[in-house]
C-alpha cells in the first residue's frame, strides 16, 4: 500500500524534540535508535573562542557525547572560568589551553601544550566569529 504523506513525524536522536521528515523512499528504518557513533572517548575535539556562545555551548555538547574536548580562549581567566563550570557540572573529559588565533607565538605555543598531551586533534571548530 503506497504513502500518500509528505512529511512524517520522526524523533530525533540528539533530543526528546520530534521534526517533521519527507518520508522514507525502500524499505522503513528504524527511527529510534541513533546512528552508528564515529567517535569514542580517544577522539579529541578542540574548539576556539570557547569560553562563551556557541564556542561553550559546543564544548559543552561534545563533552555530554563522551568526546575529549579542549576548550581555548584568548583569555585565561574567562577560559579558567569557563572550564572550572564545566568541571562542577562533573564534565572531567574537558582540558583548557589559552590559544588566540591572530598571534603566531600562541598558536606554537598551543601547538607544543597539544602535542605533550594529546596523539592526534580530529575535529576542529573556530567558533570565533571575527576570525
Known amino acids: 500500500m503506497a504513502s ?3 512529511f512524517s513525524r520522526r524523533r530525533r536522536w540528539w533530543s526528546a524534540s520530534t521534526v517533521d521528515t519527507p518520508c ?3 524499505p522503513r528504518q528504524s527511527t529510534n535508535s541513533p546512528p552508528t557513533r564515529w567517535w569514542s572517548g ?3 575535539v578542540a574548539v576556539t573562542g570557547a569560553n562563551k556562545g556557541i564556542g561553550y555551548a559546543l564544548i559543552k555538547r561534545f ?3 563522551g568526546l575529549t574536548v579542549i576548550l581555548t580562549a584568548r583569555d585565561y581567566e574567562r577560559g579558567k572560568k569557563a ?3 564545566l568541571w562542577a557540572m562533573g564534565f572531567n573529559n574537558v582540558h583548557f589551553s589559552l590559544l588566540d588565533v591572530s598571534d603566531q ?3 606554537k605555543g598551543f601547538t607544543s601544550w597539544f602535542t605533550q598531551r594529546f596523539e592526534a586533534l580530529y ?3 573556530s567558533a570565533n566569529p571575527s576570525h
Open 123 to 125: 575535529v576542529l571548530v
Open 105 to 107: 607565538a600562541s598558536i
Open 4 to 6: 500518500s504523506c509528505l
Open 83 to 85: 572550564v572550572e563550570s
Open 24 to 26: 522514507p523512499v525502500g
Open 42 to 44: 580517544e577522539t579529541v
Open 63 to 65: 563533552a555530554e557525547l
